[in-house]
């Protein structure tokens, strides 16, 4: 048996609520073997943990005691019940009321229609049941997109395949081809002076993969006998599930376990026009036409990974921004974006939030009149644009599904699931993805959560899902990767003065010949001193930023310090080998721009 850890009481609940017999014992202790003896002969499928075998045995034995008021082991839980120690289950054989007790907890599950029910298609949703099915559970996946107010819905996969990361990275391609277009006459590439960008073909390919994909996650659930449910699913009972189809057709469902991993969706502003005339990332991949002059209204990655393809396949981009770009990462590696892309052809107007959205002329695409306000002045600007998109944030889709009903604790603040291990204020819901509060909105965090708790429900295993250290990327013109902590978060954790930075710039071998910018790439490595120089962060931004920090995360994540970067030896001549000669540090103030390799 693996050990366990993690927090004493949520691991008994865990371990109860999993399974129908679970005896929690000491490997030497005389009544612990009487226990095991006892089930063993009668055949009893349980699950034995040795406290003294466990990481966290002292503070799970310290749990049972206040909870059960009994001092040692063996502590015998049936059905989720505490029934006592070994005399109890000794006594329960002796009187032939045992073997009744266990059959009945297994009849008591047997109720349900399913084991699990998953109410949402997105990555996570997917992830965890195929895994639980994989594992011998009955399944139920309940997917259901509510039209956005254009009108816009998609098929099977959630967010990141339909209107996120996949079209996101594709249209990215698209921008960076462009972009490469114009670097090939360098190389001696010769070619007509012609050249435009079709919306439509690209669009029409990337939605036909697209609805590839699609397909595939019916086949994958249907060869695994995961019932798929094309429903909106509302929680009407602690177990029990409401399904409605899109002919508003009702049925009811009940299951063992509930995974939540409805996801979010697009904010809009409150404003006149916002709803009628705006479009947001639901809607962007699969327009019909090509949105020509555009307005984006954020600064999250969404708003500026989309007004960099958009400019970078030739389109008239203004990005208006209230405050700071790309809250939450951080800020110096935000503002080398921005800059990066206010000198490839997107236009900024901040500090300015919109007031009022006004159609001119309808059409694909139509007229609109922007209003807008100034933040430090107040002054009014008006601008005429094709296309509004907004990219000012996203809500959890926790509304309307019932929880609060049953009984799950949401944050007042944001509507989601207030949850430890992914376990919410009931037992046997819970929850993953976007819609946990506190934890990181990325597809792969949720994938990875959904497969872990699905082993722990199904297949005996405990590891958790580690939310620290996860490597991500924005998709600008300049790729931003990153892992591990902001410069300001290090410092509000471990002070300046125990700071060592590692900064500088390079200019990518590529970019050598094609005459591009040679001091906009940059990247940076942050350590604590205390700790040998321990990394803590590793930031760059520049092509390929993606692929760099997918490599790098891993040694962060094992510990790793600044000499074992300074001891690999790296790739030349590649954009990542830089994080291994790095020498300056932002306290020498000592220069650090790099002309080439």
Known sequence: MPPISG??????????????????????????????????????????????????????????STLTKQETAPYVFIGGKFIGDANSLLQLNADNKLIGLIEQNHADSAKYDYDLIVIGGGSGGLAASKEAADLGAKVALLDYVVPSPLGTTWGLGGTCVNVGCIPKKLMHTAAIMGHNLEDAKHFGWEYSEHVKHNWETMKDNIQSYIKSLNWGYRVQLRSRKVTYLNALGEMIGPHTVKTTNKKGVTTEVSSRFILIATGMRPRYPDIPGAKEYGVTSDDLFSLDYCPG???????????????????????????MVRSILLRGFDQQMAGTIGDYMKNHNVKFIRPCVPTMIEQ???????????????????????????????GIGRDACTAGIGLEGVGVQLNPKNGKVIAKNEQSSIPH??????ILDGKLELTPVAIQAGRLLAKRLFGGQTAQCDYRNVPTTVFTPLEYGCVGYSEEEAVAEFGAENLEVYHGNLWPLEWTVAHREESVCYVKLICVISEQERVIGLHVAGPNAGEITQGYALGIKMGATKADFDNLIGIHPTVAEVFTTMTVTKRSGADFKQAGC
């Open 293 to 319: 002059k555009t307005l984006v209204i954020g600064a999250s990655y969404v708003a500026l990974e989309c007004a960099g393809f958009l400019a970078g396949i030739g389109l008239d981009v203004t990005v």
């Open 360 to 390: 001119l002329e309808p059409g694909k695409p139509g007229r609109l009149r922007v209003t807008s306000k100034m933040q430090d002045s107040g002054d009014a600007v008006v601008g005429e644009y094709n296309t509004v998109l907004f």
């Open 7 to 64: 927090d004493p009481a949520a691991l008994i609940q865990q371990e109860t609520a999993v399974n129908h017999v679970v005896v929690f014992t000491l490997s030497d202790c005389a009544f612990s073997k009487k226990v095991k003896a006892l089930l063993e002969s009668l055949n009893v499928n349980f699950r034995a943990v040795d406290l003294d075998a466990s990481v966290n045995g002292e503070g799970m034995q310290t749990a049972l």
């Open 429 to 434: 819901i819970y929850a993953i993805g976007d």
